[in-house]
């Protein structure tokens, strides 16, 4: 069932209704849409989400879902846009020009810090995106960013360390990108002093296995 109009949505006297309030309702519930989506889809997979399903988690009926969307792939494409706008944010607040010149432990920070913020505001991103039946062409946009953001690690490690051969710097990359994703589990299952204990750990990892190979910061 639609919501019921209030004043805020009636006519300001000159025939005029008022077109932000209603536009952030709506944002509102599209948001609500979106957030008990995440949740469904990392839960039961895509093919066993329903509409019915997401506007259940949402507290409102299915009418009102499809006021604003005309089906689950239409939800699906939203949650991708969604999160790719996050990510994009969170990437470039994580490599800023001057990051290959800073000391490892702060290095770490920049690096970790925004990636992290963003998993910890989203629980439902990485188990979505790791589900193996969500259809090709809805994950294909994510791919070219996440790509870029490993060349960008790469790139760091070589201006750092322009000795290391360039199958050493994938290789170290890639190591670097698993223990982030292997323990990001842990820290989003803890909250409160364990988290901050866990974070601490997941750079302590970092920084131990980091040091010996691109410990050394880039000079002008």
């Known amino acids: 069932m639609a919501d019921a109009p209030t004043d805020l949505d009636r006519d300001t006297g000159d025939g005029n209704p008022r077109p932000r309030r209603r536009q952030a309702r709506g944002q509102r519930r599209m948001s609500q849409i979106l957030?008990?989506?995440?949740?469904?889809?990392?839960?039961?997979?895509?093919?066993?989400?329903?509409?019915?399903?997401?506007?259940?988690?949402?507290?409102?009926?299915?009418?009102?879902?499809?006021?604003?969307?005309?089906?689950?792939?239409?939800?699906?494409?939203?949650?991708?846009?969604?999160?790719?706008?996050?990510?994009?944010?969170?990437?470039?607040?994580?490599?800023?020009?001057?990051?290959?010149?800073?000391?490892?432990?702060?290095?770490?920070?920049?690096?970790?810090?925004?990636?992290?913020?963003?998993?910890?505001?989203h629980p439902g991103m990485k188990p979505l995106f790791a589900r193996t039946d969500m259809p090709e062409r809805l994950l294909a946009p994510t791919q070219p960013l996440l790509q870029a953001v490993r060349e960008r690690v790469e790139s760091v490690f070589a201006a750092r360390a322009p000795e290391l051969s360039a199958e050493r710097r994938r290789r170290c990359t890639q190591v670097s990108v698993e223990l982030f994703r292997g323990l990001l589990p842990l820290v989003q299952a803890a909250d409160g002093a364990e988290r901050d204990a866990l974070v601490t750990e997941l750079k302590d990892v970092l920084r131990r296995y980091l040091t010996p190979i691109i410990g050394t910061p880039a000079s002008d």
């Open 35 to 121: 957030d008990a989506a995440a949740e469904v889809l990392a839960e039961s997979g895509y093919e066993s989400t329903t509409t019915n399903a997401i506007a259940a988690r949402a507290g409102i009926s299915p009418g009102t879902v499809y006021q604003f969307f005309a089906n689950k792939d239409a939800i699906a494409e939203a949650l991708v846009a969604r999160y790719l706008t996050a990510l994009r944010a969170a990437y470039v607040e994580a490599f800023p020009p001057d990051l290959v010149r800073l000391p490892m432990a702060e290095l770490i920070d920049r690096m970790v810090d925004p990636i992290l913020r963003l998993h910890l505001a």
